[in-house]
Each structure stands twice: as C-alpha cells, then as structure tokens.
C-alpha cells in the first residue's frame, strides 16, 4: 500500500502536481514497522493511511507516511519517502519549479522539518560476506526505463533468502520470509538496466546479527545500499 502510493498522494496533498510537468522517481526511503503491523494488520481489518509532507528541497520532495490501526489509533508502520523530479530528456534530477517549491513548503506539516536520513554504512564490505547474483529484467524498469525503487529491495531479499538457506547469517537461520522486518533504510545510488548483471552482497552486523546490509553492484560499481534489522521469533512472541 505504501509502495503504490507515490505521485498520487502528492497529487492529493496539492492538487496542482496535476498541472506540473513532474516526472519523479523514489530516491530512498526510510521505513520502521510496529510488531502490531505483524499481528493484526489483514486485508478486512480497517486501517487509515495517513500521508503529509516534511520537506522540500531543490529538486526533490520528502513525506511522512503512515498506517494506523482505525480501532485502537496504534501506528502500524511509518515511511519517509523522497522523490526526485527528473528531466524525462536528460535522465537526471532537474530543478522544481520556483512557484511549485513555494506552493509546496506552504503545505509541509507542523510537525517539523522529518527529511529522510543519511544512512550510516560501513565504509568496506566486510571479509565476511555473502554473494548473490540476478540480472535486471524488463519488467523492473520505470518510466525512464531505470530499475525501479522496489526491485532493489527484492533483489536484497532474494541475496538474503539465498545467504539464509546456505547458513550464512548467526540468528537468521530458517527462509527469510519468518522474520518480518522491523525497520528498513536504502537509498539509490546510480543506474541499472535491463540486462545488467548484479552482484547483490550482504553480511550481519557485528553487534546485532538481525541487522543485515545489503549492496547492490552492477558493472560500474555500487548502484543501491540499504539495511534492514528484522524482528527474533522472541520479539514477536
């Protein structure tokens, strides 16, 4: 739900994103998910989205989103998303238009100045590390035929599956899929393609095994990092 939002939200928050010229892609997000997400959250079970925005800035935009149990008010998950606006000519950021900047920081929330954070990554993959290769496909292109935001991630959770059933990681020893994810942070870093081959590593944090990095390489170097710190079967019990 949160992934499909994007540029239709925006479009709620200032109906005038309708008569921009904006063409944008997801730069990074920063995403941290309640164990109650995990427990009640279901297709008929009513939740309320919630979406403002926090920041803006040269040529892109931040917003806070979240999901919120309609029963109890408890917040199921919270994302900030940052979008870029790209020149749909060059392929690159390009700068927001004078009067939509102004008409948008005159919208920002109350709340504060919530731009989406740095992400603190070891400077050197470690000497122990997981390996894992895919190939980007057709269908993982946007508009502006990049690999998508989502597919990264998917490509992370496919090297973490793999590294997991060879028994790579200390404490994340079944499939992936048993360990939800309690926070999330990746940020994109260059361009891949259809076609490209990638090298997609990953490695456990020395003090919390349930934080995995992740990066993703392809032929001219690092194209996407990101970390994730999963939830123990203890935590959810």
């Not at 309609?70 to 606006?85: A, E, H, S, Y």
């Not at 590390?129 to 895919?134: I, L, M």
């Amino acid at each position: 739900m949160l992934e499909m939002s994007r540029l239709n939200d925006f479009m709620l928050i200032s109906p005038e994103f309708h008569t921009t010229k904006m063409r944008s892609f997801l730069f990074g997000s920063q995403l941290k998910a309640s164990k109650h997400l995990y427990k009640t959250a279901a297709v008929d079970h009513p939740m309320k989205f919630h979406m403002q925005l926090s920041n803006v800035g040269r040529s892109s935009i931040d917003a806070e989103q979240s999901l919120v149990d309609d029963q109890t008010g408890t917040v199921l998950v919270q994302r900030i998303v940052r979008i870029v606006n790209i020149d749909p000519l060059t392929k690159t950021a390009a700068p927001l238009s004078d009067d939509l900047r102004k008409l948008l920081k005159e919208k920002i929330h109350a709340s504060g100045d919530n731009q989406l954070p740095r992400l603190e990554f070891p400077a050197d993959v470690p000497e122990k590390h997981f390996v894992h290769r895919e190939s980007v496909r057709f269908s993982d292109m946007d508009f502006v035929f990049h690999s998508n935001q989502g597919s990264y991630l998917l490509y992370a959770f496919e090297c973490a599956a793999m590294a997991a059933s060879k028994g790579f990681y200390s404490k994340i020893l079944d499939d992936i899929c048993f360990y939800p994810a309690k926070s999330a942070l990746g940020l994109h870093v260059a361009e891949c393609f259809a076609g490209d081959a990638l090298q997609v590593i990953t490695w456990e944090d020395e003090k919390n095994p349930m934080l995995i990095y992740f990066v993703v390489k392809n032929k001219n170097g690092v194209a996407y990092n990101a970390k994730v710190e999963f939830y123990s079967p203890e935590e959810l019990t």
